[in-house]
């Protein structure tokens, strides 16, 4: 009889202590709207460990997508990310396909989408979903937002994503004709540098498009972030990829400064970056490098550090991972991030092609490595990097190749760079 008290007085003071220890965090994002964009920046910005409010501006989510059933054929072969994730969610792939991703799109069935989305949002302890309500106040206060919804809830949130079709929460801060709408650049007019800063790539309007960061910068004020541009336009299902990619850099930019506290002029470009690769965001526009490549990270690392731009091939944009590489193509680049790279440039000056010794040369000399690389590469040949043929210091080296020793044995991708893409002195 004892033990029966003892054991139910220790229940009486366990369960409230359990109750406490399982309550949520106050939310430090608010993100509003319910369509694609809305979703992405939801789900990015709950699993970067950012405690995330929802608020659905109207009844059903993703409508666009749940409702009827589509024929999507844009965005061949640079789907990534969280809309990948669903796509093969939609197809019943634990692994990621390009090809299917093309398939599930252009018979895309809405009720497998719903059953996608709620399985994914219902993995999200950071996440509170409110429904069906709308914004009747938004203030910016000392530390942040505070928002009010027409329930009276109030929300004190250090960041806002705007993703809703009216533009409710922006429109308390300015005139809708001063809104400025995040931009984005066609791949053709980007610069080298400015590549650096890529936060989301995918096709519209018929065209391969980039967003840097500076680009969803422009519509941002004291950590109000604007989806804004897409409410001017025809939405149409051919732009869903796009703007599902849009809406997951939304989520981690805003996401950054909600989880760190801090303005968006303090955002480190690699570590955003770097969330966004965590969670198999596409970065790269080369449609020649399937996110099936066991090299798919190395070769994103590659595009993001700034070696060298793509090509045109017909309607596509390619990097020729195969094609032999050329010092000159890495030369700037290397000297840039390792001031020891110039010496070795002094003795290697000619413009021919990297030989497989002049990589393991320079390799050690800016690391400060030995041969023990030389010994590794032999040894993961075909076993690990599954190149062909074996390791021999007089044949040349494909991109591919540079991409891979380089992410492995240095760190050039984790040089810091400006808004602009220059890198830090």
Same mark, same amino acid.
């Given at each position: 009889?004892?033990?029966?008290?003892?054991?139910?007085?220790?229940?009486?003071?366990?369960?409230?202590?359990?109750?406490?220890?399982?309550?949520?965090?106050?939310?430090?994002?608010?993100?509003?709207?319910?369509?694609?964009?809305?979703?992405?920046?939801?789900?990015?910005?709950?699993?970067?460990?950012?405690?995330?409010?929802?608020?659905?501006?109207?009844d059903q989510l993703a409508a666009e997508l749940t409702q009827d059933t589509l024929s999507i054929t844009s965005n061949l072969n640079l789907d990534g990310g969280l809309w990948m994730e669903m796509l093969m969610e939609m197809g019943m792939s634990k692994s990621r396909s390009d090809s299917l991703a093309s398939a599930v799109k252009r018979n895309f069935n809405p009720r497998l989408a719903k059953n996608a989305i709620e399985k994914i949002i219902a993995n999200l302890p950071n996440l509170t979903i409110v429904k069906g309500e709308t914004i009747d106040q938004a203030e910016r206060r000392r530390k942040g937002w505070q928002i009010t919804l027409s329930n009276n809830q109030k929300y004190q949130v250090v960041a806002v994503v705007d993703a809703s079709r009216n533009g409710d929460v922006v429109a308390f801060q300015k005139r809708a004709e001063e809104r400025a709408f995040p931009a984005f650049q066609q791949i053709d007019e980007l610069s080298l540098a400015a590549s650096r800063t890529t936060l989301?790539?995918?096709?519209?309007?018929?065209?391969?498009?980039?967003?840097?960061?500076?680009?969803?910068?422009?519509?941002?004020q004291d950590n109000l972030f604007d989806a804004g541009y897409f409410r001017t336009v025809d939405v149409s299902p051919e732009s869903i990829p796009f703007r599902a990619a849009l809406g997951q850099a939304l989520g981690a930019t805003a996401g950054y400064c909600a989880f760190f506290k801090t303005q968006t002029d303090k955002i480190d470009i690699r570590k955003l970056q770097s969330e966004l690769l965590a969670f198999r965001a596409r970065l790269n526009p080369y449609q020649d490098v399937s996110m099936a490549n066991r090299h798919f990270s190395a070769l994103q690392k590659l595009y993001l550090t700034g070696f060298f731009m793509g090509e045109r091939v017909g309607q596509e944009y390619h990097?020729?991972?195969?094609?032999?590489?050329?010092?000159? $193509?890495?030369?700037?680049?290397?000297?840039? %991030?390792? *001031? /020891?790279? =110039?010496?070795?440039?002094?003795?290697?000056?000619?413009?021919?092609?990297?030989?497989?010794?002049?990589?393991?040369?320079?390799?050690?000399?800016?690391?400060?490595?030995?041969?023990?690389?030389?010994?590794?590469?032999?040894?993961?040949?075909?076993?690990?990097?599954?190149? $062909?043929?074996?390791?021999?210091?007089?044949? %040349?080296? *494909? /991109?591919? =190749?540079?991409?891979?020793?380089?992410?492995?044995?240095?760190?050039?991708?984790?040089?810091?760079?400006?808004?602009?893409?220059?890198?830090?002195?």
């Open positions: 009889m004892c033990l029966r008290l003892f054991l139910g007085w220790l229940m009486l003071i366990l369960i409230p202590l359990a109750a406490v220890a399982q309550k949520k965090e106050q939310p430090r994002i608010l993100i509003y709207g319910s369509d694609i964009i809305a979703l992405n920046a939801a789900v990015q910005s709950a699993r970067s460990h950012v405690p995330t409010v929802w608020v659905w501006d109207e989301a790539v995918g096709e519209y309007a018929g065209r391969l498009q980039v967003v840097l960061l500076a680009d969803l910068l422009q519509s941002e990097l020729k991972p195969d094609q032999v590489l050329r010092l000159e $193509e890495v030369k700037d680049v290397l000297n840039s %991030v390792y *001031t /020891r790279s =110039q010496l070795w440039f002094l003795d290697h000056s000619h413009q021919g092609v990297m030989t497989w010794g002049e990589l393991m040369e320079m390799t050690k000399f800016v690391s400060f490595k030995g041969d023990e690389i030389v010994r590794q590469v032999e040894r993961d040949w075909r076993a690990k990097f599954h190149f $062909e043929g074996t390791y021999d210091p007089e044949c %040349v080296v *494909t /991109r591919l =190749q540079f991409a891979v020793i380089t992410d492995l044995f240095s760190d050039t991708f984790a040089k810091a760079v400006n808004l602009d893409g220059s890198f830090v002195k």
